[in-house]
């Protein structure tokens, strides 16, 4: 399976400017707390900060930073009106940075934004090339509880691979790409990675805490999986591994090769991630950093929310009502959605919880307004004036004719003489 080489891959990326100013990126760094705030970069060299060194120690606290500030959460696919994510750097940091919201995204929207800010300090830098890239990985779903060979889905997980400008040890004697995955959500026995990791067969960090690990090993795509031969260098990838415990078994979360994806590689995953998951759990991962120095994880979603540090889980709530839902996003993880366009947009979805103001026949003032907005659209799409009144009844989503009631929708499809008292 795995593919027994200490070789180094070289990787040769050029230069790529960031789609960030440093003011944004300074904005950024403020965000997540990163301290010392280095002196912004001369206009003539937005790359090159004064005090930052594109370091694998500024690294690593930098992708701390992005995870302690920013929840892993999937609400823009439930709770927006369009039902997609965002993958566009400008559209990401809007997201996250401005909107001051507690939001936050998948795996492209974070390594979207946390690539664009690597690139910005100096990870392509001019005198030691960092560099900084993104391809696919292909996703395990059963990796949390499956103890047999890897099973892999689609590639539909974004990762970066990084090169600071300096090596992770003595024995090294050049700079070596690193593992870098701000997206990847996890409440079970393994979890995310917490340090990037090198791209050395057998390498090894510890997570949030000890004993739990993570490892990178070199191997081809699982052989039921491909038509390539195992030995051919382009089926070459990398396993990204974890275990609980040394005594544990590794699982496998998912395999990746160093092939290059592009922005419009990445718009298709998102827009099918997006469709796919309109049955699936409505949910927020936050972490928060105890006094201890342990990493708790707090989970939103389904119907309940639960805390874990290290391996204790305790049941914080459950609801039953979806109002309940999103007020908890709210307390527990201070992720605010709107909630009128959180309850229209989740409302007959299949992740949704029942609706209170619906089961208890409350009618919703914006609710009826768009539908009054919709009707007379409809009916006049001239824009010119409707003598009269027509009477909404939202609650039976009808209006009255001259010839009784009949649906909303039928309105754009079944011209009809109206009569209005």
Known sequence: MFTESREIPNLHIKRVPSPFTPAEILEYLAVVQFTPLPTLPPLDAPQNWPDFAPT???LEALMRRHLLAFPYENTEAHYTPNHLFSYRPRDVFARLVRA????GSVCIGHNTLFKGILQGLGYL?????SFCYSTAAGVDLD????RGPPKLGAMAHMINLVQPCDTPSPEYPEPVPHLVDVGYGGIGDHTMLLRPLPLIHGATVTSFCAPEEHRLMRGPRPANESALQGDAPVAQGWFLQARASPSAEWRTPHWFSTAEYTESDFEWISFCISMLLTDNVAGCIKLHELPSGEIARMFVGGSKAVRKVGKKLQLLEQW???EERIDGFRRL???CLDEEEALRSVRGRGVALPIRR???GVPNASTEAQFTQKIHSRLDPAGGVLSGTASVLTSKRAIKTRGGEFDVDDVAKTPREMTFD
């Open 358 to 360: 619906d089961a208890q």
């Open 100 to 103: 001051r919201r507690g939001l």
């Open 320 to 322: 039953k009502w979806e």
């Open 143 to 146: 990796w949390q509880t499956s």
């Open 56 to 58: 694998l120690a500024n």
């Open 125 to 129: 830098c001019v005198r030691f090339f």
């Open 333 to 335: 993880i201070g992720l």
